[in-house]
């Protein structure tokens, strides 16, 4: 296909749909198309240069009458500022709130000049299950995404959810699932460093940005139930609110010793390689892409039944999938795993050919191609 002009909107910090989109970002760029990040950071996995990639730096400015200074207009004015001098044919927003609402704005300001521009939005999670529920942002969001030339969620969890709690049945959705690029998340590839300085203990490994809805007190009870039968270690990768708070749990245990809690890391596929096994307990998780990173380096999964995940995980073969907060059933799950070495290899075979096999980045990133297409034929509903 010819190459597009394409304009990128995420959270450029450390979460997954910052990570989806600027993967995205690369690999279209890789495919020929043209892509400008349109975001007030450079995103943490976008390396410095790259052809056909460009950042462009949304400048909130300071005014001392803004307590609040208003992120969202100067996002709408960056966006209508780089369609007319790039000539983007459209706009991919991820995360519905604010990115949608000026991608709208910015769709509007360029009614006379650009009609033709197409806003589409990518839907990853708590923008619809959290924050998009919160009555301060219920109306703008749906209206946002009413408003989108086309509309793609993470799984069909998450489809669904949009239908039903903003009222739109019959809102086309198209389920694009996350993707990961099998060449990077590959065992084969990294030597094993961690596992030679934790002397052949197992590694059990969380990876998150330690919000709440992630639920890391229950990563570090499973994981003390976990170390009374198994010499293992726990690896915690990330930082964010609760870190505190699993940091105490982990003291209140007793099994601070055998807690490393990293911090923030940008790659962190060679530190997968080295894990037994991915926990990830979280109250609601619309895809899990840190459970597929860690399954496509043979890394079986353990954690919640909750939202998308049962379409990441395949329960019992992949992985275990247990009610959320059952943290003793997931410690059994665990247990099982780690004691026995043959199912652990037929799992972790198994999940490394699944996710390739259904998530593998070629694949993905040509459903978003279809997409972006079916959005500029005009095919999907115009309703502005
Ligand atoms: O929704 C969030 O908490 C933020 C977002 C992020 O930027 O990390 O996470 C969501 O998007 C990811 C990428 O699509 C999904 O893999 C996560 O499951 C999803 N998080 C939740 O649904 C809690």
Redo the contacts with the bound molecule.
């Keep these: 296909m010819a190459g597009l002009k394409i304009g990128i909107t995420?959270?450029p910090t450390?979460?997954?749909?910052?990570?989806?989109a600027t993967e995205l970002g690369i690999a279209l760029a890789h495919r020929g198309h043209e892509i400008h990040f349109i975001t007030y950071q450079q995103p943490f996995r976008l390396p410095s240069f790259l052809p056909r990639i460009y950042f462009h730096e949304v400048d909130v400015g300071r005014y001392p009458l803004f307590e609040y200074p208003p992120y969202d207009l100067a996002l709408a004015v960056r966006m209508h500022e780089v369609v007319l001098a790039h000539r983007l044919d459209l706009l991919h927003v991820?995360?519905a709130i604010p990115h949608a609402t000026s991608a709208w704005m910015a769709r509007e300001m360029l009614a006379q000049t650009r009609p033709d521009i197409k806003v589409l939005t990518?839907l990853?999670?708590?923008?619809i299950?959290?924050?998009g529920q919160d009555p301060s942002f219920h109306a703008i969001t749906k209206f946002s995404i009413e408003k989108s030339n086309g509309l793609s969620a993470?799984?069909k969890y998450?489809r669904d959810e949009t239908q039903s709690v903003f009222g739109c049945s019959s809102c086309r959705i198209e389920v694009i699932p996350?993707f990961i690029d099998p060449t990077v998340y590959d065992r084969s590839r990294y030597e094993p460093q961690l596992r030679e300085q934790v002397n052949g203990d197992k590694v059990l490994m969380h990876i998150?940005?330690f919000?709440a809805?992630?639920r890391v007190r229950d990563v570090v009870g499973i994981y003390a139930r976990v170390a009374r039968e198994v010499p293992s270690v726990l690896v915690m990768v990330g930082d964010g609110p609760e870190r505190v708070d699993a940091e105490q749990e982990a003291r209140r245990l007793g099994v601070q010793d055998r807690v490393f809690f990293l911090g923030k890391l940008e790659a962190v596929a060679p530190l997968l390689a080295s894990a037994d096994l991915f926990l990830i307990p979280?109250?609601?998780?619309?895809?899990?892409?840190?459970?597929?990173e860690a399954l496509a380096t043979g890394v079986p999964v353990v954690g919640s039944r909750a939202?998308?995940?049962p379409e990441v995980v395949r329960d019992g073969e992949t992985g275990a999938l247990c009610a959320v907060g059952d943290v003793e059933a997931m410690a059994r799950s665990a247990i099982g795993f780690l004691t026995d070495a043959d199912r652990w290899r037929t799992a972790s075979v198994m999940a490394a050919a699944d996710a390739r096999k259904r998530f593998s980045l070629d694949q993905v990133v040509a459903q978003y191609e279809a997409f972006y297409l079916d959005a500029l034929d005009g095919s999907l509903s115009d309703d502005q």
Excluded: P
């Design positions: 995420c959270y450390y979460g997954g749909s910052g990570a989806v991820h995360y990518t990853h999670g708590t923008d299950t959290i924050v993470v799984s998450l996350n998150s940005n919000r809805v992630k979280s109250q609601s998780e619309s895809f899990g892409l840190s459970a597929l939202g998308g995940l």
